[in-house]
């Protein structure tokens, strides 16, 4: 079964195979319930969300949820491994926790969905992909890397199982990403996929590569990426680690 819902102002679907029909149905629930409850806690955009309580000063950090706690230590650590390239608060210190919550949030739905006993499943927040067992007969998920120049052009083709895959750009929302050493809008690479174990860590990684620039690309292989793959502004493909590509892309 596959279900789509659009859920912190994207679309994520849920594809399950190898599962009956009512389990197939709760797991998917139990997923999307997951997301919709983080994005309640953490969206910058709803008045009632526990970080925009934060931001108009109804609570304070010290009163943070043990999930919002979880979540500034994933980017604590992230800043501190960066060398504070990559960081949740703006150049006046406001919180914006969207460079972890995606990632985190569907990395948690994905145990949701496993604790339906659902081992063959592809859960896509917006692109970030965490998948499950290979379906019958495959070697896995296949997992499009589009290019930064088109949508209709895949700059690569990953066949994952049992991991998770997450790309940060900036041909969609433009200049979003910020190196916050300096303040000024991440410019030296167009694209970075993070192949790794979980979401979270390809999602943060991610984004604190496109963060880095090109320097970023080895680095994030000896924090948690068991891949990368990245498109620098100057046209260069680079790459680190090991890419499951696809049959079809694997030399001959």
Partial sequence: ???????????????????????????????????READARFSRYRADSEVSAILDGRR?????????????????RARLATGGAFDVRGPDGELDTDGVVKGWAAARAAEAIRRHGVRVFCLNAGGDVVVGAAPAGSEGWNVGVRSPESPERMLAVLTVRDAAVATSG?????????????????????SATVFAADLTTADVLATAVFALGEAGVPWATGHGARGVLAAAADGRILAAGTLPLAASQRPA
């Fill in 1 to 35: 079964m596959r279900r789509v819902e659009t859920v912190m102002g994207i679309p994520m679907s849920v594809d399950i195979r190898e599962a009956d029909e009512a389990t197939a149905a709760r797991a998917a629930e139990a997923a999307f319930a997951v997301l």
């Fill in 60 to 76: 304070t950090e010290a009163d943070a949820s043990p999930d919002l706690r979880e979540v500034l230590d994933i980017a604590a």
């Fill in 170 to 190: 900036a041909y969609e929302r433009g200049e979003h990403i910020r190196d916050a050493r300096t303040g000024a809008p991440a410019r030296e690479l167009v």
